[in-house]
């Protein structure tokens, strides 16, 4: 079957990834078909989609300000003149291109490429990874041919007569196929409990302040295997270890670096997540099924992650802590609490491992496959 389709996302790694993740699996399934990635130039997915094989063409788009200030004023004129200018981009991006389906995953960028879909009569599917989805997605799904959930209660938010699927957020293979005691081996880890601990890339500076105290602990008393992740932003880290007594060279139990580049093996030997509320996240979280603490960051659209965060610890998944009630003490004792309970742990995991969708991949397949379908059926029609 040989067809065209285009992907527009991004903005943030949640919505690049996913993108991505679906790319890579229709190719997988139909190598004849051919793919475009639309994209926000300047944006991180101009330097993660043409590394992953992707043709990337990039738009000039912009977010609005919240801010009542001069400058947020000046930012959303500038704002509603770049739609306007992308708008147009796009369209002449599709009327080259000719794809027979678009995928939006979300972010302001899938704005603009939609819209223009919608005016080409070329339909359209729609991917949200959040419990509380994003205001594009939400403004796009009534002219989608179908909304794609992960989570499912995201329904609740939109609004209108709207085809809704519930297919999970697409997940790297090598998390799915990880297993626990293959990757304690290969990484030199004993039977003590293993922590595992990230805020991001970047880094997030409230986390490695709430998780230095239990380190500096595990420095000492060698109670538990860490692994922790500071991120580009927090190499102050180390010194703030070593201010606490902690002696990295001496307690080989104690992992600490700037960045995971090997998430799946460090996932998969873990005994308790501590970590922020992104859907991608959580869904390597629940295919894993692993107890987890998670700190969702406010400081993201609509509060989404904490929406995020609720939907595992409703289901008896994970621990909740607010940013506001965070501190090392606090997270110290639930990581104890959890950590020494085998009950809990187990009931958490298998919890996880329930709300865990493992085919997302080839569920958004066959939506796109049965759009495609329809769309042939109603071509020969006419």
């Known amino acids: 079957m040989s067809f065209r389709f285009v992907l527009a996302g991004g903005g943030t ?37 043409p590394a992953s094989g992707f043709r990337f063409e990039g738009i000039e788009v912009q977010g609005f300000s919240r801010s009542v200030s001069w400058q ?51 339909p359209y599917i729609i991917h949200e990874q959040n419990a509380f989805p994003g205001v594009t997605n939400k403004l796009l799904a009534k002219h989608a041919a179908c909304v794609m959930l992960a989570m499912p209660a995201a329904k609740d938010h939109f609004k209108g007569h709207i ?67 500071y991120g580009r932003y927090g190499k102050w880290f180390p010194d703030l270890l070593r201010e606490k007594g902690a002696d990295l060279e001496k307690a080989p139990h104690l992992d600490i670096r700037e960045y995971i580049s090997d998430m799946p093996q460090c996932l998969a030997a873990a005994d308790v997540v501590i970590a922020r509320a992104g859907a991608i996240t959580l869904s390597e979280i629940e295919v894993q099924g692993k107890p987890s603490i998670l700190i969702p960051s406010p400081n993201v ?25 965070l501190t090392p003490a606090r997270l110290t004792e639930e990581i104890d609490r959890l950590a020494s309970d085998p009950q809990k742990l187990k009931a958490y995991s298998e919890n996880a491992r329930r709300m865990a969708i493992n085919d997302a991949a080839a569920r958004i397949y066959s939506i ?11 071509e020969e029609v006419l």
């Open 13 to 49: 790694a949640g919505h690049i990834n996913p993108a991505i993740a679906i790319g890579e699996y229709i190719l997988s399934r139909q190598p004849e078909a051919e793919a475009l990635y639309i994209g926000r130039k300047g944006g991180m997915e101009e330097e993660l989609v």
């Open 72 to 122: 947020g004023l000046k930012n959303n004129a500038a704002t509603v003149k770049k739609a306007m200018t992308a708008q147009r981009d796009a369209m002449k991006l599709l009327r080259d291109f000719q794809p027979d389906i678009c995928i939006g995953t979300g972010g302001y960028v899938s704005g603009p490429v939609l819209r223009a879909a919608a005016r080409l009569k070329i």
């Open 163 to 229: 085809r809704f699927a519930e297919t999970g957020n697409p997940v790297r293979e090598e998390i799915l196929t990880a297993r626990r005691d293959e990757c304690r081996k290969k990484m030199g880890l004993d039977e003590r409990p293993v922590i595992l601990s990230f805020g991001g890339s970047l880094g997030a500076k409230v986390v490695n302040e709430a998780v230095a105290d239990i380190i500096a602990r595990s420095a000492q008393d060698g109670r538990y295997q860490h692994i922790h992740a």
């Open 301 to 325: 659209a609509e509060n989404h992650q904490y929406h995020n965060a609720m939907s595992l610890a409703s289901q008896g998944a994970a621990v909740v802590i607010e940013e506001k009630d």
């Open 368 to 378: 796109v496959i049965e759009v495609l379908s329809k769309k042939t059926r109603t």
